[in-house]
């Protein structure tokens, strides 16, 4: 009988809109936000072992942690401890996306981590615990762990379902440079804004892109301010053959643009390529 070996994919989160509503007494942010995820992004594989271990490998590997520095190590820590297993796993962990880009690559390797090894160890937790516990290791980890589209405010922990998003094609663009998210939070000035509005999506991509129109990303001019760079790919972007929609991420400096299809994201992919920069594409999970 062979060695029980369980994979999956840690999907790019995409923040289709970010609005800041607020700030709470202990300095987090309030936010509202209309999350996506992508049909490409890091690999996570299990495997039974007596001990816990990680191993880091893929294109965007260089730097990253083995250790309890590492959202991995830390979700099955975390997992093991809630649940009373004694039971380890070798873990692997394949980096395609880059780190700290904002597109949520550690909190979806740690959720992917959560959802593999609840299979791998046969242990369960209710899904509001389950919740509670993915929301310690990071405010993006409790949305990462559904990996659909959700419409999340408070500092992540609150997750409203959205109707069905139709199929549509992404491309993402990071520049190459760091855009810490605390800089950009300080960086930012004027008024909270308001809630976003009900988010309708439609049924197709040109109707999805007209209902995201409505919407921005309040951290855009603050991370222009840190990282320059940002400007040139919103442009290049905005200039691709085909785009519906271009916005920045999250806090950045991941920018993208949605397309009809996942093959005219990659054909507007093609035309964007910089050997500075990380571009990909695909489709919306």
């Not at 923040?15 to 996506?36: E, M």
């Not at 609840?118 to 509670?132: F, G, T």
């Not at 991370?223 to 905005?238: F, K, T």
Request: proline residues 8%.
């Amino acid at each position: 009988m062979g060695t029980t070996v369980l994979q999956d994919l840690a999907p790019a989160k995409v923040n289709l809109s970010l609005r800041i509503t607020g700030r709470r007494p202990d300095g987090y942010h309030l936010l509202d936000s209309i999350v996506a995820f992508t049909d490409f992004g890091d690999t996570v594989t299990v495997e039974p072992s007596d001990s816990l271990s990680l191993e880091v490998d893929g294109p965007h590997a260089d730097g990253i942690p083995t250790d309890d520095g590492n959202l991995v190590i830390r979700a099955a820590q975390a997992l093991a401890r809630a649940t009373g297993t004694g039971r380890g796993a070798a873990i692997r962990l394949t980096k395609s996306l880059p780190a700290a880009g904002g597109i949520g690559g550690g909190s979806s390797d740690a959720a992917t981590t959560l959802r593999l090894l609840c299979r791998l160890w046969d242990v369960s937790l209710p899904p509001k615990d389950l919740a509670a516990l993915a929301l310690t290791l990071g405010a993006d980890v409790p949305v990462c762990l559904e990996a659909r589209p959700r419409h999340m405010s408070g500092i992540g922990e609150k997750l409203g379902v959205l109707p069905p998003f139709p199929k549509a094609g992404i491309v993402l663009v990071n520049p190459g440079r760091p855009c810490p998210t605390p800089d950009v939070f300080r960086a930012r000035s004027g008024p909270f804004s308001t809630p976003a509005l009900p988010m309708l999506p439609g049924h197709s991509a040109h109707a999805l892109a007209r209902a995201l129109t409505r919407e921005r990303n309040d951290l855009t001019e603050a991370a222009v301010s840190i990282c320059p760079e940002i400007r040139a790919v919103l442009s290049a972007l905005r200039d691709a053959p085909g785009t519906l929609l271009y916005r920045m991420s999250g806090s950045g400096a991941t920018c993208f643009a949605l397309y009809e299809t996942p093959d005219k994201a990659r054909a507007a992919a093609a035309k964007i390529a910089r050997e500075e920069w990380w571009v990909a594409s695909g489709g919306l999970a």
